[in-house]
């Protein structure tokens, strides 16, 4: 009887790193090669357009990834499609209490 509880306990571990470590992965901007992608001066010049102020720009996976402040002063995250330049997923940071 331990032995299956003990399994149990062991799967629903497994489970909840696998889904904890989904949260913390960058999402799939492109199946695209770099050598079609946006320089990154580009991108830079795209993000400003639409309103970001990039402190930190990085590649993450197929994105093209900015940590700094959306138009209304927000801290954000956001990636971008290196391709089209267009934002797949934005998180912003909500002030602390």
């Known amino acids: 009887m331990h032995g299956s509880k ?14 904890s470590t989904a949260a913390w992965a960058s999402p799939d901007c492109t199946a695209e090669p770099q050598d079609q992608w946006l320089s990154e001066e580009a991108m830079k010049a795209k993000a400003t357009e639409l309103g970001y102020k990039a402190e930190v720009f990085k590649v993450e996976g197929s994105c093209y990834e900015i940590y700094g402040y959306n138009k209304d002063g927000k801290q954000v995250e956001v990636y971008f499609n290196p391709v089209s330049g267009a934002v797949v997923e934005e998180d912003v940071e909500e002030p602390k209490n």
């Open 6 to 19: 003990l399994i149990a306990c062991a799967g629903s571990i497994a489970a909840a790193l696998l889904c």
